[in-house]
């Protein structure tokens, strides 16, 4: 769809948003587009860059992506934005839609100086960072609820969660790293020049704020995959211990099934023959299997420890006592 707006006297906007193939044609024939450059326009995976051609000068941005298109609300990604500059007018080119673009298409900014069209391209891009820092905000906050809930259960479906949030992070990363490497080819390339100083702050100011996003995007992922490295050790440790357990019960019922197998031999054992040798011979497995239990636990093992440790400590009290006396 492709809409003539107008932002300020000196030039005409025109912006392509959803566009299909006829709004392709229309941009291609009517506006003097190359194909190529609309092409890497359309390419999800197309990075930041500045080129001069004859006629115009294009820069292709990247943006938010819109969060209502967004099935998953934990994935976040961004889209490419082609901006071509005409003497006389803007033409963006946007293959899906972005709170970015609705906010100057319903002059939602304050402040932004897009009285010329190089002063709204770094509108665009300043915009563009503080909607990214906006993002990262969220999906920090998500992450934290996500943690709790690790907390107290985990399950697969957290863990899912934490990988679709990291994935977001490394698309939010990419995306914030290609916008400083054309910000800082704007400042320095002589075929983009600003008109005043107010913009020449501007500008300042945006290369800021996406090395403030480029921060919040890296400490996140940082953080993030200490954390998921963390539950994975604690799940480990969760399986070992289950393991454990499980070793100690089949050891236990070892011991019982040593004796009865012994007695149910086809020979004669002494006190077969009594009615009681039933019951002394299941109180004997259970305290057999009592006492293998108490013996291959943690309590006794820790009960070792300690009596050897206190022993250590009873030698090396005496060992000073008797160097004192010496």
Same mark, same amino acid.
């Given at each position: 769809?492709?809409?003539?707006?107008?932002?300020?006297?000196?030039?005409?906007?025109?912006?392509?948003?959803?566009?299909?193939?006829?709004?392709?044609?229309?941009?291609?024939?009517?506006?003097?587009?190359?194909?190529?450059?609309?092409?890497?326009?359309?390419?999800?995976?197309?990075?930041?860059?500045?080129? +001069?051609?004859?006629?115009?000068?294009?820069?292709?941005?990247?943006?938010?992506?819109?969060?209502?298109?967004?099935?998953?609300?934990?994935?976040?990604?961004?889209?490419?934005?082609?901006?071509?500059?005409?003497?006389?007018?803007?033409?963006?080119?946007?293959?899906?839609?972005?709170?970015?673009?609705?906010?100057?298409?319903?002059?939602?900014?304050?402040?932004?100086?897009?009285?010329? $069209?190089?002063?709204?391209?770094?509108?665009?891009?300043?915009?563009?960072?503080?909607?990214?820092?906006?993002?990262?905000?969220?999906?920090?906050?998500? $992450?934290?609820?996500?943690?709790?809930?690790?907390? +107290?259960?985990?399950?697969?479906?957290?863990?899912?969660?934490?990988?679709?949030?990291?994935?977001?992070?490394?698309?939010?990363?990419?995306?914030?790293?290609?916008?400083?490497?054309?910000?800082?080819?704007?400042?320095?390339?002589?075929?983009?020049?600003?008109?005043?100083?107010?913009?020449?702050?501007?500008?300042?100011?945006?290369?800021?704020?996406? +090395?403030?996003?480029?921060?919040?995007?890296?400490?996140?992922?940082?953080?993030?995959?200490?954390?998921?490295?963390?539950?994975?050790?604690?799940?480990?440790?969760?399986?070992?211990?289950?393991?454990?357990?499980?070793?100690?019960?089949?050891?236990?019922?070892?011991?019982?099934?040593?004796?009865?197998?012994?007695?149910?031999?086809?020979?004669?054992?002494?006190?077969?023959?009594?009615?009681?040798?039933?019951?002394?011979?299941?109180?004997?497995?259970?305290?057999?299997?009592?006492?293998?239990?108490?013996?291959?636990?943690?309590?006794?093992?820790?009960?070792?420890? $300690?009596?050897?440790?206190?022993?250590?400590?009873?030698? $090396?009290?005496?060992? +000073?006592?008797?160097?004192?006396?010496?």
């Amino acid at each position: 769809m492709i809409t003539i707006r107008n932002t300020s006297d000196k030039y005409t906007w025109i912006d392509a948003r959803d566009i299909n193939r006829d709004d392709i044609s229309v941009l291609s024939e009517d506006y003097a587009i190359s194909s190529e450059l609309l092409a890497d326009i359309l390419d999800q995976d197309e990075q930041s860059r500045m080129e +001069k051609e004859d006629d115009y000068l294009a820069f292709i941005v990247r943006i938010p992506r819109d969060e209502e298109d967004e099935e998953n609300p934990l994935t976040r990604n961004a889209v490419p934005l082609g901006i071509v500059l005409y003497p006389d007018k803007v033409i963006t080119i946007c293959q899906g839609d972005s709170v970015v673009l609705e906010d100057f298409a319903r002059s939602r900014f304050r402040q932004y100086p897009v009285d010329t $069209k190089e002063g709204f391209v770094i509108s665009i891009l300043g915009r563009s960072a503080l909607v990214f820092i906006r993002i990262l905000k969220y999906i920090n906050r998500q $992450k934290d609820l996500v943690e709790e809930q690790l907390h +107290k259960s985990v399950m697969n479906y957290e863990l899912i969660q934490l990988l679709e949030i990291q994935k977001s992070l490394v698309y939010l990363t990419t995306s914030l790293t290609s916008n400083e490497m054309l910000l800082e080819k704007m400042v320095k390339s002589p075929i983009f020049k600003l008109n005043n100083e107010d913009e020449t702050d501007f500008l300042d100011d945006v290369i800021t704020d996406n +090395k403030q996003a480029i921060a919040m995007a890296n400490i996140y992922s940082d953080i993030l995959t200490g954390t998921m490295d963390a539950f994975a050790s604690v799940i480990g440790n969760n399986m070992n211990v289950i393991m454990k357990r499980l070793t100690l019960i089949s050891l236990a019922l070892m011991f019982p099934t040593f004796i009865t197998g012994f007695f149910g031999m086809n020979i004669h054992i002494p006190g077969t023959d009594s009615p009681w040798a039933w019951l002394v011979l299941a109180f004997a497995c259970l305290m057999v299997a009592i006492i293998g239990s108490y013996i291959i636990s943690d309590r006794h093992n820790s009960t070792l420890i $300690k009596a050897n440790i206190g022993e250590a400590k009873k030698r $090396k009290r005496q060992a +000073k006592v008797k160097g004192k006396r010496l």
